[in-house]
């Protein structure tokens, strides 16, 4: 009995890994890594409205800058150890000796600009919680009423590389002292964390992550 117990969740485990390959994704998620495949799975397009998760996201996809996404995820665990798990409180007070650290950490993008910038963008980050309440309330208000823009695009192609909206969240966000944050990354930016839904008509993630955008927002901190 226990046995054939045993037989039956295996074969319902084995039928959920066969559905999860068969389902159709966004083209740029068909990758084997599984890592790249989980990312799409469950977060890219995912409304975020925690305050620490926007900021991991702001300083990957500024570390992202000349390489790919693939290259970022694969030391994502890696900026975690090293990023304090992205406090910014933290990431804000590096001085020289953490610097020459990060330079020596092989786990991370060992580029002088980008870890500069990432301690000048958590500075300016707690500057902004500080005027708005919550980053979150700041980087939100630049999606119309606040919400996820639902977009529905056909194929890759029609994807656009940035926005009206991203163009000025760049501007606004250089302004206030922000680096690494040119329209293109923070188009990026917009469809990692929720502001716009760009997972393509024929992805199963479409239809779901509409319907998340559709949910009570999360508490902001």
Not at 7 to 26: K, M, V, Y
Not at 34 to 61: Q, S, T
Not at 83 to 98: I, L, T
């Amino acid at each position: 009995m226990v046995g054939a117990i045993a037989r039956g969740f295996d074969h319902r485990r084995r039928r959920r890994a066969l559905s999860a390959r068969e389902r159709t994704r966004c083209s740029w998620a068909r990758l084997q890594n599984p890592l790249y495949v989980a990312y799409h799975d469950e977060e890219w397009g995912v409304p975020v409205h925690d305050d620490r998760h926007l900021f991991e996201m702001l300083i990957l996809e500024g570390a992202q800058a000349g390489l790919s996404w693939e290259t970022i995820l694969n030391k994502r665990a890696a900026y975690r150890l090293a990023f304090d798990d992205f406090d910014p409180q933290r990431v804000a007070r590096y001085g020289a000796r953490k610097v020459r650290s990060l330079l020596d950490d092989a786990g991370i993008v060992r580029n002088r600009l980008k870890i500069a910038a990432s301690i000048v963008n958590a500075q300016a980050f707690l500057a902004m919680q500080k005027q708005c309440g919550s980053f979150d309330a700041y980087i939100w208000s630049f999606v119309e009423e606040g919400k996820p823009r639902q977009n529905a695009w056909k194929t890759l192609r029609q994807v656009p590389p940035r926005t009206l909206e991203s163009d000025e969240m760049a501007r606004e966000l250089r302004r206030k002292g922000f680096k690494f944050v040119g329209s293109t990354i923070c188009y990026a930016f917009m469809q990692a964390v929720g502001m716009v839904n760009d997972h393509t008509v024929d992805c199963y993630r479409h239809a779901e992550v509409r319907r998340l955008a559709r949910a009570r927002p999360r508490a902001r901190s």
